[in-house]
């Protein structure tokens, strides 16, 4: 079996993550399988490189080796924690201070010129998994494979220049990775390769975005012929529900790669979009597992839409969001005002997240982020001015979605939801559902989001999975 694994930054720096990470593909290797690994920065350090990044344009000398000194102390304790012996230790730490020292400079050009370019934002950025990745190369190494650490570059990504979202040119980046991590594979050696990182055509340093690492593995499996790509986590998979706010939701065993993507938006531990575009173009499942718990299967995500034990298989919810409304007779069987609104919103950089107008035209209700709340009211209340159109922000709202397969085509399964969140006095404000019907999505006021998860849950997920058993 090829199996391409990617290993996220929470699970490796836990404590003797690394060493897990190693028991992990040795299981695998012993069992015959090729293994491709990508690995996350660790923890946070990725945040921390962006915040550094951003904040060296003011720094000196003395904070700028005191976030060197911050990066340096975790990096060190993984490989205090690993099962390396002193001498690769050793050399471990050589590769690692040697990549803060790079770091160092970086941020030190960006103090001087006083800027932070897009460029040098990525290249900052990419130091996390730069130095993660020699690290777990080296632990496999110690169990007795041959192993190699590799960029995205150097494993064949290659990119357009795109700086912060980059986008692969998959054709070449295809031909690039077959020729670069086959030949390894077919000598037993396996490729360490550092996720969300990639090289433009001109050879620069890019990065692939939110989701990137598991981009990197999807389009890494995509390109080999992977027979599955698994990304471990520190959870079991994905749950029908939060585990914060419902008590003991089960795992779900199977989601198609619609479903999966309906539920990105939702963040925790489901995949991008982007991340997902790989696989279900060339048909490799995708199986999110417990690193912690390896003997587990977690959830397996492919191209087959399945009811499993129940119509909806998740109860998501988004929070720091807002409710945009605009209404007005005026809105009424005028066309080009839905046009104005939109362009008025994309011009101001505002990314609309859900949308519902009722058929009278009377209004228009739109889900933002909310800390682009006041920016959409004010760029609409410029564009509108003169329109007799009202225009109103709610910043306490939240975005609760049903999310599964199951319900298309189910008869009365809104009626099941809205009556699950009704029997808990909780008002609906605004509804949305897409043609696919894989998922229904309402807002209710941000106080009453977890007693709506809790009831829809309760009253429709745990209900169908019982009756299914």
Sequence with gaps: MRVVMKFGGSLLASRHGIRRVGDIV??????????????????????????????????????????????????????????????????????VEASLERLRKTLSGISILGELSPRSRDLVVSFGERMSAPLVSAEIGARGATSSSLTGGEAGIVTDDAYGEATPIHGLT?????????????????????????????????????????????LLASSIGADEVWIWTDVDGILTADPRVVK?????????????????FFGAKNMHPLALGPARTSGVPVRIRNGFRPDGLGTLITGEQTRSRGVVKVVAVVRNVGLLTVAGETLQGRPG???RVFSA??????????????????????????????????????????QGIAVEGDPRVAVVAAVGAGMRGEKGIAARIFSAVASRGINVRMIAQGSSELNV?????????????????????????RIRK
């Design 26 to 95: 040795e299981t695998a290797r012993t069992e015959g399988d090729q293994v491709v690994v990508v690995v996350s920065a660790l923890g946070d350090v990725t945040d921390k490189l962006l915040q550094a990044a951003s904040d060296a344009r003011s720094w000196g000398d003395k904070e700028i080796l005191e976030a060197v000194g911050e990066l340096r102390k975790a990096h060190l304790t993984a490989i205090e924690q690993s099962s390396l012996r002193n001498e690769m230790k050793a050399e471990v730490v050589q590769g």
């Design 174 to 218: 295809s031909r690039s990775v077959r020729r670069r991590l086959i030949p390894m594979l077919s000598r037993g050696e396996v490729p360490v390769v550092a996720g969300f990182i990639a090289m433009s055509s001109s050879g620069e340093t890019t990065t692939l975005g939110r989701g990137g690492s598991d981009y990197t593995a999807t």
């Design 248 to 264: 003991d939701p089960a795992t779900v065993p199977r989601l198609s790669y619609a479903e999966a993507e309906e539920l990105a």
């Design 337 to 339: 005002v839905a046009a």
């Design 345 to 386: 919103l994309a011009s101001n950089g505002v990314n609309v997240l859900m949308i519902s107008q009722s058929v009278s035209e009377a209004n228009i209700s739109m889900i933002v982020r909310r800390t682009s709340l006041k920016t959409a009211e004010k760029a609409l209340g410029r564009e509108l001015k003169y």
């Design 441 to 465: 999505s309402f807002v209710v006021n941000e106080e009453k989001a977890d007693d709506a998860v809790r009831a829809l849950h309760s009253e429709v997920v745990s209900q169908d999975r």
